[in-house]
């Protein structure tokens, strides 16, 4: 512990006495510093042992002297040091009560002690609690490395905990609770999530102090990584600030989680890339190979029920629509594996993973530039958390349409998610991702899943700018015609389409003769140049009558 006026007094070379101020000994002094100025304060810092002889001072004077006392308190002098047998025989009285008064340390120093030997044994004992405080650090490096190498982060913050004497947790890129120690201390973390999602916002490296003297203890937050993006956080908490050796665990603590973040990062990269290669060989229909690939990283995915996810920035999306490129297997778009070319929906990827990581389950992650692909078990943590993510886009899209504020078109994401497939039918599962995903697109959703499209009516798919383009183009030269009073053949048209081309029935729901109709229906050939024989004309007629009918 650094020099305490007690120690100094109790030094057996300096021989000091206690003249006021006995119950205040156990002060740190940072310093010893001589100054026969009047007013001494403004060279002061706090913390100091003052020494003086009075040799400028009118020691007896006892409003003098309480005004000088009270201005050494104030500005955090600990104690203050007195020579007799300089200037005065023994320390003046009048000084004596102001000390008492404002209970300030008064020490008296003999004539045979000099000021220098008092400064000397500050300074050694302020070295050698430095050395103390730097010894105890590499102790503590050495151990918390020991315990991340043996037991990894878990024993690491154990470790640092015990150091520290308060407790440690660990929270991954999206701001869950990794690990915690002692065990009790996983809740009080988890209530610092919005803490740490703030502190996630701003680059790598950062820290932040959360609670003080009114919390129920202070807890220091620092990032963790070297990437723009942090890829997890620490957070110690403690009584009270810690101090040198205390910070030394604290640095060498987060030095080794960083270090242990980047090569999960590479490792996580090489995942990656063994996961793209998987989901090219199943989608090329090759599963033996790909569980060969896989071994124990994904092998127990690929054994049960999956889905497949693909998702994209909208931005992206609308690119593609325009483009309206065939579906196709992933990586042969000209993204690389590791999404290195391009900016991954990062957002989404973590929340998948992370789940996934927390409920123990494998899930295989394909970033590809904008685009990801995600191949998850079918009703797991992964796919849960893609739910999630999706509901609470389309919650933050509907509050920001409430409040005029789109800065975020073209960068919120459009997910498709395929049905329930194995690995032979993983191609199929591909497609009806990307088949959802371009429903999604085009109906203005975050998130559709394929069986709602199975399980749903085709009329909503005709809510397409595209499809209304065509069906005004071929219904256009009917509705010039009507427009001239010449006749009503769309509405004819229609009757005679949904009576399934029954004479008699469409004319009677037109309340027209049956040959009427037929003429109108003649009227239609010889205007679109089609014939009404042909099956596919029907349906093509139909379907644009229901395109711009509203219906």
């Known amino acids: 512990m650094p020099p305490t006026l007690a120690s100094l007094v109790h030094h057996s070379a300096l021989k000091l006495t206690v003249r006021a101020g006995e119950d205040r000994l156990d002060v740190p002094v940072r310093w010893a510093h001589v100054s026969e100025l009047a007013d001494p304060v403004p060279y002061m810092e706090g913390g100091e042992l003052l020494l003086i002889t009075a040799l400028k001072l009118d020691a007896e004077d006892h409003v003098a002297m309480r005004r000088y006392v009270r201005r050494l308190a104030g500005a955090g002098v600990v104690g203050l040091g007195f020579a007799v047998g300089v200037n005065y025989d023994e320390i003046p009285e009048a000084l004596v009560d102001a000390a008492r ?266 970033p590809e530039g904008e685009r990801l692909v995600v191949l998850a078990a079918d009703g797991g943590a992964a796919v849960a958390a893609c739910g999630r993510y999706a509901t609470a886009q389309e919650t933050a899209r509907e509050r920001a349409a409430g409040t005029g504020d789109r800065a975020a078109d073209g960068h919120e994401l459009v997910v498709g998610l395929s049905a329930p497939a194995g690995p032979t039918a993983a191609m199929v599962a591909y497609k009806q991702a990307e088949q959802a995903l371009s429903v999604a697109r085009r109906r203005g959703r975050v998130c559709v899943e394929h069986e709602q499209l199975a399980a749903g009516s085709l009329l909503p798919l005709l809510a397409d700018d595209a499809v209304r383009a065509f069906a005004d183009g071929l219904l256009r030269a009917l509705r010039d015609h009507d427009a001239t009073g010449r006749g009503d053949l769309v509405a004819s048209l229609r009757a005679w389409l949904s009576r399934h081309g029954q004479w008699d029935a469409a004319a009677a729901d037109l309340g027209v003769h049956r040959h009427t109709l037929r003429y109108r229906m003649r009227r239609v050939e010889e205007i679109l140049g089609r014939s009404l024989d042909d099956p596919d004309v029907r349906m093509e007629l139909w379907l644009a009558l229901k395109a711009t009918s509203g219906e």
């Open 101 to 366: 008064a404002e209970g300030l340390p008064l020490l008296e120093v003999p004539r045979r002690t000099p000021f220098i030997a008092i400064s000397k044994a500050v300074s050694a004992a302020i070295a050698a609690e430095q050395y103390r405080a730097v010894t105890a650090g590499f102790a503590a490096q050495r151990e918390l490395t020991k315990q991340a190498l043996t037991d990894g982060p878990e024993g690491l913050l154990a470790a640092l905990a015990s150091q520290v004497d308060g407790w440690a947790a660990l929270y991954d890129a999206s701001g869950a609770v990794v690990a915690a120690a002692p065990e009790w201390a996983g809740r009080r973390a988890a209530r610092l999530r919005a803490d740490v999602e703030r502190l996630r916002e701003r680059p790598a490296p950062a820290s932040s102090v959360v609670g003080g003297p009114d919390h129920e203890d202070r807890v220091e937050l620092h990032s963790l990584g070297t990437g723009r993006r942090p890829r997890a956080a620490l957070a110690v908490g403690t009584a009270a600030a810690p101090g040198t050796a205390e910070r030394y665990a604290v640095h060498s603590a987060i030095a080794l989680l960083t270090l242990t973040t980047e090569r999960s990062r590479s490792l996580h990269a090489a995942e990656q890339r063994i996961g793209a290669a998987v989901l090219r060989m199943l989608l090329a229909g090759e599963p033996e190979h790909a569980r060969t690939v896989a071994g124990d990283l994904y092998g127990g995915l690929l054994d049960a029920p999956f889905r497949i996810i693909v998702a994209e920035c909208a931005s992206a999306s609308a690119a593609r629509a325009a483009a309206d490129p065939a579906a196709r297997p992933p990586a042969a778009r000209g993204g690389t594996a590791d999404g290195t070319d391009g900016d991954p929906p990062a957002a989404l990827a973590e929340a998948v993973e992370s789940a996934a990581a927390r409920a123990g389950e494998a899930v295989l992650v394909v």
